[in-house]
């Protein structure tokens, strides 16, 4: 039976997509492995980042890299060889930046050789000045107020962002901070205790193959992130995975954190944490959380999502989506869910509106859906 002409279209687009997407990984992952000349395998005009010491490099911190860049719409790629740099690094141009960290394995999280390590600023400051790694800092504060949007296509792969603060939950002590801009995160690793990661005002953030790992609130803000193959690791547990809260606008949105085919798991064994952790907990009432075909192990509380204690309410009313979809594991208790009722356990209709990355991202002061060019299409094609 001869194809259709429509499906021929479909397969020759399709096979025309596995070889573009095919071409864009194995340039990269060229780019980034270690040769005796690092940039023997990067496109024409990358920048090069190294310890104090390193033989040939142009700047060796990231943020002198940065600052280095003109306020334009090039676009600009930045690798860094293998180290520990200890500095807050801002990134507020318009224009594409894409940061890229040396190392045998692009592909896997756990070989990371490069960390951007700083510490939380002790006593008032506003959450967003902790971060370590921040796009983009202007718009950045907790409560921004008419800023014009910042990068619009910023992307990490294989940097572990660190903020060591404290080794528990003290105070607000975020590893990044995204506000006004698109980000993109692929095989990264993010480490804090509290507000390990926070996006903020028409902030939209993906993140690809990466850890999170905190104690308390861990994954908060009021913009959009999608968090998709990933692990959640658990280092305690206070207040929350997740503290969202949604936003007014003119349009129908779809602001909200949604975690995706990923694992919630202890961080180490020796936690004795059983039963003890939310899933979340609103942070307004009208908090859009969903956890969907997601392991969660049996750290995670048998109610899911818990109120938020001391607010009259909870902080839950009808507006509030607390949600999951087809999570399993020993963390997840039908029977727990159904009588504490905090929980949505959502139909495949109440789902499909947030199934797709292209739904919920949204253009910025439109909210026309289909956000998405930013986006590295390669991991998931290609894996």
């Not at 060889?81 to 999280?109: F, H, I, K, M, S």
């Amino acid at each position: 039976m001869p194809l259709s002409t429509s499906l021929v279209r479909a397969l020759v687009y399709s096979l025309a997509v596995l070889l573009f997407c095919d071409t864009v990984w194995a340039g990269r992952a060229e780019c980034q492995y270690p040769t005796d000349d690092p940039l023997s395998g990067c496109a024409s005009g990358t920048l090069l980042v190294g310890p104090p010491g390193t033989s040939n490099v142009n700047f060796t911190t990231i943020q002198s890299a940065v600052l280095s860049l003109p306020n334009d719409a090039t676009p600009y790629t930045i690798l860094i060889l293998p180290g520990n740099y200890t500095e807050q690094v801002n990134v507020t141009r318009p224009g594409p930046v894409t940061l890229l960290g040396q190392t045998v394995a692009p592909t896997d999280r756990t070989q990371n050789a490069v960390s951007i390590l700083w510490a939380a600023v002790a006593g008032p400051s506003d959450n967003a000045r902790t971060s370590t790694l921040t796009v983009t800092f202007n718009a950045s504060l907790t409560g921004p107020d008419g800023h014009h949007f910042g990068s619009t296509d910023f992307r990490a792969y294989n940097i572990d962002i660190v903020n060591d603060y404290a080794p528990y939950s003290d105070t607000p002590s975020l590893a990044i901070g995204i506000s006004y801009a698109n980000a993109g995160f692929y095989y990264c690793g993010f480490y804090s205790y509290q507000d390990t990661i926070y996006v903020g005002e028409l902030g939209n953030t993906y993140m690809y193959d990466s850890e999170i790992a905190g104690q308390t609130d861990f994954l908060y803000g009021y913009g959009t992130l999608w968090v998709q193959s990933s692990l959640l690791s658990l280092r305690s547990c206070g207040g929350g995975i997740t503290a969202w809260k949604g936003t007014n606008t003119t349009f129908v949105n779809s602001y909200g954190v949604y975690i995706v085919d990923s694992e919630v798991r202890r961080a180490n064994a020796s936690l004795h944490i059983a039963g003890e952790c939310a899933l979340g907990r609103p942070w307004n009432a009208q908090d859009r959380s969903i956890f969907a075909y997601t392991y969660l192990d049996d750290s995670i509380e048998p109610s899911g999502y818990i109120p938020w204690a001391g607010v009259p309410g909870g902080r839950i009313d009808f507006n509030t989506t607390m949600a999951e979809f087809r999570d399993y594991g020993p963390g997840f208790n039908l029977t727990g869910r159904e009588e504490a009722g905090i929980t949505l356990l959502m139909t495949p209709e109440e789902y499909a509106p947030y199934d797709r990355v292209e739904k919920v991202f949204q253009y910025p002061f439109s909210g026309e859906y289909g956000n998405v060019a930013w986006i590295d299409p390669t991991p998931w094609v290609l894996w």
